[in-house]
Nanobody, 111 residues
C-alpha cells in the first residue's frame, strides 16, 4: 500500500520560512520522481517543484529562487524548503509520486 505523508506546514509571517517533509512508503523511492503541488482556496492545484531520481529539479516560476526541493533516499523522504514566504504562497501543499497523493499540509502566510 502506497502512502505519502506530509508534515511541516503551519502559520508563518511574510518573509518567514518553513520546511515541508513527505515520507513515502510502498514505493521504490530512490527511482521515483517526487513532486510538490499546492492548491489555494478557489484555485486549481498547481505544480510547485519536482525532483527526479537523478536529483535534477524543476521549479514553478513563482517560487524560483525562494523554494528548494531535495531528497534523502535513505529516509524515503522529499523536502520542500520554503524561504521568503509571501501571502500568495498560502495553500494546502501536497506530495505526489506521479500516481499517488498525500493528504496535504496547510501553509498559511500572514501579511
Amino acid at each position: 500500500q502506497v502512502q505519502l505523508v506530509e508534515s511541516g506546514g503551519g502559520l508563518v509571517q511574510s518573509g518567514g520560512s518553513l520546511r515541508l517533509s513527505c515520507v513515502a512508503s510502498g514505493i521504490t523511492f530512490s527511482v521515483s520522481t517526487m513532486g510538490w503541488y499546492r492548491q489555494a482556496p478557489g484555485k486549481q492545484r498547481e505544480r510547485v517543484a519536482f525532483i527526479f531520481n537523478t536529483r535534477t529539479t524543476f521549479y514553478a516560476d513563482s517560487v524560483k529562487g525562494r523554494f528548494a526541493i531535495f531528497r534523502d533516499n535513505a529516509k524515503n523522504t522529499v523536502y520542500l524548503q520554503m524561504n521568503s514566504l509571501k501571502p500568495e504562497d498560502t495553500a494546502v501543499y501536497y506530495c505526489n509520486n506521479g500516481n499517488h497523493w498525500g493528504q496535504g499540509t496547510q501553509v498559511t502566510v500572514s501579511s
